[in-house]
């Protein structure tokens, strides 16, 4: 019993590194020897999964925010920094091909 406690314990320190499989042979290793049964084990492989993927997402959300705090502290500009300053960009050439114009119809 000690043992299925440990192997379950991985549950909560680590389930986002297990894949499916290693998963499922955990699972089905504990139904063999009788320490869960069938319908045990299937929750017990939904619940690891499930735990998995908030791992998961949780980690996720972590590196995002993190990369997030990176670049604000290093003053890199953003995607949308960037198609401001094209729109500036694009704005102050039309308004200046419209002035050259204005004035070559002038003479």
Do not use: Y
């Amino acid at each position: 019993m000690r043992e299925t406690i440990r192997k379950l314990g991985l549950m909560g320190i680590g389930a986002w590194a297990l894949t499916e499989e290693k998963v499922n042979e955990l699972v089905k290793e504990l139904v063999e020897k009788g320490e869960m049964s069938r319908e045990e084990g299937r929750m017990v492989f939904q619940e690891i999964i499930d735990e998995r993927q908030r791992q998961k997402e949780h980690i996720e959300a972590k590196i995002n925010e993190r990369v997030n705090q990176m670049i604000e502290q290093t003053n890199l500009a953003t995607k949308e920094d960037l198609k401001k300053l094209a729109s500036r960009v694009e704005k102050l050439e039309n308004a200046q091909k419209e002035e050259m114009e204005n004035e070559e119809n002038a003479w």
